[in-house]
């Protein structure tokens, strides 16, 4: 049987008919459509006679919903056409093939007309009318076997992913923003569902999954055949949501198309963006399965973000906090997390498993008391996070850097709570884009071939620490920033250039200067302190009183640091010294460690003058894989290098002698 790369090869072809009138990337408006179409066609050949039928008896009697319900019977699909053309037929009339192609998608139920007004195509039937391609291309797609008994629905959903891929590859666009490769989600299934078996395998047991980001449906599909494949028994009910009309309206087909169950009423992948129109607002999930954009600034969506954050709190989805606006990932996280079953056995509600990809940024970035640290706290401290998985580099196809998925739950395993799973295996994998394509995909050089993904699911199922797997208390990804100051040090000196740069700004105040001048003299004096007493009682003398303002003038102009004087000390009643802004320094201490201890060990030894102003201690929270993974690696001994550099400079010599000979 041919696999979805020739199909995929053979939709490609008829692309290039569009050629002129169409530049390369936009051949996607006509073909993700087309390939949809001609699908539906091929679904619903074996059933067309007893729609058609059933239509003439109903047709008067029953209209909307009803009719609707009653012909999909008949179909046997939660779609139908009661058109009485097909792709055959279509070919029949070359002259009147636009009009009949919208008479033909008018025929389908009101769940399949919404897919195409997403997909916007009359607008292409017009524009290829004009251009005298519409026959060719039906022709075309007439003679390509979509029927599911020739084209099962995975390899229809690769199909589609490998088509989504090349067209955005022609309009230098991100693939990731639509699907993620089947190995890397197969990987994320795995370990979403390991701790679940015995309540999976509870006969009846039914669970609901939500990705709020799903593209094409990639992941919803991978987490249907994984319960097919190993839960048969139990039933789960995938919902998805996405911004992009035709990464919409092709995942919603598919859904269609493969008879995905759902709880209660409503579709199952609805259009919208997920940060602001939340189209499942109000409903728990058991899983949470999502591969958001790297690195997508979430500026467009900032007024009702940050409303909802002010207004709501954690009443709403942002309350642990905003990340910075250049990348909106875990807003996503916040965004799923908020949807979770809470635990109580007792009314079947087993809370929830979350698996998401990351790049490296949300590990990190930001320090303590930012919005990405406190959202990390968040997640940390309420013993939430269960393990960060590191996965090789170029595993997608609109990306080569690293890439990082986060399982979340709110029931960890007894053996797990309170701590954190860290596993390495940036160094598992295998030459090639997928396992049936060595060459590379896009960006994709690299894929988890099916041992690999069974070691990663062995190490993680494990629980122990070795070279790739670590273990950590929830704590040690905690830290204090401490704020450490040392003491201001001023020289008090007048000179003549700086008075009259004081009389400029206070001339009012002559004779209170000149007085100074004549009592402290010119002298540089290393105590600001003991001046400003003998200046304050001159002036008390004097019966002068001057303004705040014009003190810290005075000292602004007439003092210089300098590191041999004498601390400043600080006004009024509050005892210690004043700090020195630009020598303000700061400590990241482990949240484990005793803040007084590590202060005297690590910072007085080196700075005996400084001190800690707790009342500005921050938390942080943050994840640094390289530092728990770094493997120190010692230098080559300097005879090893040297004959490699006699060796390097004896062939540069031998090159440049055939040269000149």
């Not at 055959?88 to 070359?94: A, F, N, S, T, V």
């Not at 919803?220 to 035709?246: I, K, T, W």
């Amino acid at each position: 049987m041919p696999d979805h790369s020739y199909f995929a090869n053979l939709i490609w072809q008829i692309a290039d008919l569009l050629r002129g009138p169409y530049r390369p990337p936009q051949y996607e408006r006509v073909m993700l459509p087309m390939t949809v179409l001609r699908r539906f066609d091929c679904v619903l050949a074996p059933s067309k006679a007893e729609v058609l039928a059933e239509y003439e008896r109903r047709r008067g009697k029953l209209d909307g919903e009803a009719l609707d319900l009653r012909l999909n019977r008949a179909a046997g699909q939660r779609f139908h056409n009661r058109s009485p053309l097909d792709f055959e037929k279509l070919k029949g009339d070359p002259d009147n093939v636009a009009r009949h192609l919208v008479s033909y998608i008018n025929g389908f139920s009101k769940n399949v007309r919404d897919i195409f007004e997403f997909f916007e195509f009359e607008n292409e039937i017009e524009r290829m009318g004009e251009a005298n391609l519409i026959y060719l291309v039906i022709s075309k797609f007439a003679d390509v076997d979509l029927h599911p008994d020739t084209v099962p629905n995975e390899q229809m959903g690769l199909i589609f992913e490998n088509l989504i891929r090349r067209f955005n590859e022609l309009a230098n666009e991100t693939a990731g923003d639509h699907f993620t490769p089947r190995d890397v989600i197969r990987l994320m299934v795995s370990i979403l569902f390991i701790e679940d078996d015995q309540l999976l395998a509870t006969p009846g047991v039914v669970r609901k999954l939500l990705d709020p980001a799903c593209g094409t449906g990639g992941m919803l599909a991978e987490a249907q055949n994984y319960l097919r494949e190993h839960h048969g028994a139990a039933r789960l009910f995938v919902y998805g949501q996405d911004y992009n009309p035709r990464a919409f309206a092709t995942a919603a087909s598919d859904m269609l198309m493969k008879q995905v169950d759902h709880n209660g009423s409503g579709a199952n992948v609805r259009h919208g963006d997920s940060l602001t129109e939340d189209r499942f607002a109000g409903e728990t999930f058991d899983y949470f399965l999502t591969n958001p954009p790297f690195g997508v600034d979430w500026k467009r969506q900032q007024k009702e973000i940050r409303q909802e954050h002010d207004q709501r709190g954690f009443d709403g989805r942002f309350g642990a906090g905003l990340p910075r606006v250049n990348d909106g990932s875990l807003l996503f996280l916040q965004h799923m997390w908020h949807k979770r079953e809470p635990v109580r056995p007792a009314e079947h509600k087993h809370g929830s498993r979350l698996a998401i990809v990351f790049s490296g940024s949300p590990l990190f970035t930001g320090g303590a008391d930012s919005g990405e640290s406190n959202i990390r706290k968040w997640i940390i401290e309420n013993d939430w996070l269960e393990a960060v998985i590191a996965l090789p580099e170029q595993m997608f196809y609109n990306t080569g850097i690293g890439t990082y998925i986060w399982i979340v739950t709110n029931r960890k395993a007894g053996r797990r709570k309170g701590r954190v799973q860290l596993l390495d295996a940036r160094d598992l994998w295998t030459l090639g884009g997928s396992a049936d394509n060595k060459r590379s995909l896009g960006d994709k050089r690299r894929h988890l071939a099916a041992a690999q993904i069974e070691e990663i699911v062995r190490l993680y199922g494990r629980f122990e620490d070795n070279d790739r797997s670590k273990r950590f208390d929830n704590a040690d990804f905690g830290y204090t920033r401490v704020t450490v100051e040392r003491p201001l040090r001023l020289r008090y000196q007048m000179t003549i250039e700086d008075k009259s740069r004081f009389l400029d700004a206070c001339p009012h105040l002559l004779d209170d200067v000149q007085a100074i001048d004549k009592t402290l003299g010119r002298e540089p004096v290393r105590d600001w302190n003991a001046t400003w007493e003998r200046i304050a009682a001159l002036l008390h003398e004097r019966q002068s009183r001057w303004k705040k303002v014009e003190q810290r003038l005075f000292r602004d102009v007439f003092t210089q640091k300098d590191a041999e004087a004498e601390p400043v000390r600080m006004d009024g009643r509050t005892s210690g010294y004043e700090p020195d802004t630009e020598l303000r320094d700061f400590e990241t201490v482990p949240l484990k460690d005793d803040i007084d201890a590590y202060f005297e060990r690590e910072v007085r030894p080196h700075v005996p003058d400084a001190w800690m102003d707790r009342t500005k201690d921050k938390a942080g929270y943050e994840i640094n894989f390289n530092r728990h993974f770094y493997t120190y690696t010692p230098p080559r001994p300097l005879e090893v290098i040297d004959a490699d550099l006699r060796q390097a400079e004896e062939e540069i010599m031998r090159l440049l002698r055939e040269v000149t000979a």
